[in-house]
């Protein structure tokens, strides 16, 4: 292959790179254990992008075959130093402007590709030399929900910088994280106000009266079947099964959902969690973990028990998931300012959308026109005037 510049030339040498773009569907032995590896040696953990996660999501939910699963090897039998899945986009939000994006689906909640640590910017250097000669990548590469100023962050904007341009961040977002060396006990404390947590202690209470209240978690071992038809029925009881986005809404999304949790199970990255009413669940949530941290992936309650908060009373007892070993930080994958997460983890992650561009003449030209107009979309936005803020006449 042609090294890039910003390639160092002695590196290449010794071990030449290979870029492969594999079929999720017919790997081999070597390749999906050489994926598994990259997934505990990671500069930053993403369970959507390890194999027991993206690979059926890319048989599942990619119907149209858009997306690319590109790795990047030292050599053609050398060790795995990076995967990320690919796709061409024709629009760039209102703009025929044909550009590549990192492939996600609607539960893919974070957008790092796995990249072995240390191997940062020879990975990002090696993806975008790529890019610059396929001919279905044109413009730019936009990497969606980086962590902000991580180490893959830090090292795309380097690359871009030695390749001529700035890299450009599109957009930003924070969300609730967990991350703390309190006691549950003590965090629980200083998140919630004395008068919630008393309101909460009285919603328990009045629970209780119902019925005997269990808080239950899924153990390596067990059955794995009841809790996902659990899941998935109070799902599609709720708000999400009324808007026709829960898992269940879709036998596809429905599919992927059976076939990662039980190879969560299967990985030892699945931790689940209940409250039981009796013997029937009211509020369900999932992590996936993904040491050193692990990410909160879905969450559900039982509407007719709103009233009683079951779902914040599930995540006071989450609260000891720090207590593992394997977990220093939680990522809830919420919307940011959810109104409920919150309002119970204190600390917040940052986001960010990345636009790189591609090298070719007619790339930059492209790339830096659009800089342009988004600065000055962005300067509009900013000082256009604000709506007024009607006054509640109590």
Not at 157 to 166: C, H, L, P
Not at 270 to 281: Q, S
Not at 361 to 387: G, H, M, Q, T, V
Request: aromatic share 8%; net charge neutral; charged share 25%.
């Amino acid at each position: 292959m042609t090294v890039h510049p910003a390639f160092p030339t002695h590196a290449a040498e010794a071990a030449p790179l290979t870029v492969r773009v594999v079929d999720p569907l017919a790997l081999s032995d070597d390749l999906a254990a050489a994926w598994d590896r990259l997934a505990a040696a990671a500069s930053e953990p993403n369970p959507f992008v390890e194999r027991w996660c993206l690979q059926s999501a890319l048989h599942l939910l990619d119907p149209e075959r858009q997306a690319r699963l590109v790795m990047v090897m030292t050599g053609s039998d050398g060790p795995l130093i990076g995967v990320m899945p690919l796709a061409p986009a024709a629009r760039y939000g209102p703009l025929p402007l044909r550009h590549v994006v990192g492939w996600a689906h609607p539960n893919h909640f974070h957008g790092a590709p796995l990249v072995r640590a240390g191997c940062e910017t020879l990975f990002w250097s090696i993806l975008l030399g790529w890019c610059d000669a396929a001919p279905w990548a044109q413009t730019l590469v936009q990497v969606p929900r980086l962590t902000e100023d991580g180490p893959l962050h830090r090292a795309l904007a380097e690359v871009a910088r030695g390749r001529g341009d700035e890299a450009e961040a599109v957009h930003r977002e924070e969300r609730a994280l967990l991350e703390s060396d309190l006691s549950p006990g003590a965090y629980w404390e200083a998140a919630m106000r004395g008068k919630k947590r008393k309101e909460l202690r009285r919603q328990a209470n009045r629970l209780a009266e119902l019925g005997p209240l269990t808080f239950r978690q899924w153990r390596s071992g067990d059955a794995i079947e009841g809790w996902i038809d659990a899941f998935l029925d109070l799902e599609a009881r709720g708000w999400k099964g009324r808007a026709g986005s829960a898992l269940a809404s879709q036998s596809e999304t429905e599919a992927w959902f059976r076939a990662i949790l039980a190879a969560a199970a299967e990985a030892g990255r699945l931790d689940m969690r209940a409250l039981d009413l009796g013997e029937r669940p009211i509020a369900l949530l999932i992590n996936f973990v993904a040491p050193p941290g692990a990410f909160s992936f879905k969450t559900a309650f039982d509407e007719e028990y709103a009233r009683f908060s079951p779902g914040v009373l599930l995540q006071q007892a989450n609260l000891d998931i720090l207590a593992d070993a394997r977990v220093a930080w939680v990522d809830s994958c919420a919307a940011p300012d959810h109104p409920m997460i919150d309002s119970v983890w204190r600390e917040r992650r940052r986001l960010v959308w990345i636009n790189a561009p591609l090298s070719g003449a007619s790339d930059r030209w492209r790339f830096r026109a659009l800089a342009r107009a988004e600065k000055i979309w962005r300067r509009l936005k900013r000082a256009a005037p604000k709506p007024p803020i009607e006054q509640d006449p109590s």
